[in-house]
């Protein structure tokens, strides 16, 4: 018999305690190991029950999410879920949790009843079972977020195809998309502050994220980094320089002026979409107005988002990056872009910067 995931539900609510612990239990391969009403109890609960995820309330007495993830993540490292609110409060604080390393999140409005919270099953499950590796998700979040200093000194860089960063190299590029989901702001945040000011090109950012979040998101990076960062706007003309992040709840699509400038329009269609925004989609239209001049980039993230988008844009020549896998959160997005050879350069974050830095700024 295979051993059952062991997880620890962390909530200031009786009710969510019972909800959660009862719907995971109806999962054969999970099993909660116990529970724990704030944040003191959790950072003692983690130590004695070994958990192989946490779920983690933000808001709780005595100790909240944030201080005992901060804890935790230096003295137990543990795949955390976080669990949020949709506020902009909450989106703030959800950010915070992922660059102290959190996995992931889910956002618990409306989870006040059992039908809400069925809903949210699946997904719970499912993230639950994507981080139960603990010690290669907990590894990987280490090397991450120990990298205090810019270039890190621990690691040489390796770069899958000396040929492919020659090529890249060699062209001049008009714009740069990057398409990132499950640890991106973990990630963005060793990317995005080290771009060099002297950017020229516009760079657009798929985030998986609802609304709140993604100007949150913008507005942290924005503060730390060189470049401007903004969460795009409908209508905007597009300038070289600034670094665009895609408003959640929404897909960001381009489009050209007679004039031959480039502004963002914020479309809802497709409304069936599986992630809104969509990296696909961000992608494909970016190939349709800049062509093969656009350097495609696709990071750590759950699933296949954005694997259509370089495949149009490879088909027109173009070029693009993967993440490697010992820097990913979660191996998934990059991955199906190498499984396909469509990925010219598979490389960590830091050489990623590296290429930005080096494309951007011709």
Known sequence: ?????????????????????????????????????????????????????????????????????????????????????LTSEGAEATIKALELGAVDFLAKDNATTNTTLQKIRNELIAKIKQFANRKSVTSRLARITRRSTYPPKEEQVHVSSADGEKKIYGKYFKAIAIGISTGGPLTLNKVIPFIDGNLKLPIFIVQHMPPNFTASLARRLDATSKVEVKEAEDGEEVRGGVVYIAKGGIHMNFAKKSTGKVYIRLNPEPANSLHKPSVDEMVSSAVDVYGNDLLGIIMTGMGKDGLLGIRKLKSKNGFAVAQNKESCVVYGMPKAIVDENLADVIAPIEKITEIINKVGTK
């Open 1 to 85: 018999m295979e051993r059952k995931i062991k997880v620890l539900v962390v909530d200031d609510s009786a009710f969510m305690r019972q909800s959660i612990s009862f719907l995971l239990k109806e999962e054969p391969e999970i099993e909660v190991v116990g529970t724990a009403r704030n944040g003191k109890e959790a950072v003692e609960k983690v130590k004695a029950l070994n958990p192989d995820v946490v779920t983690l309330d933000v808001e709780m007495p005595v100790m909240n999410g944030l201080e005992a993830l901060e804890i935790i993540m230096k003295e137990s490292p543990t795949s955390v879920i976080m669990f949020s609110s």
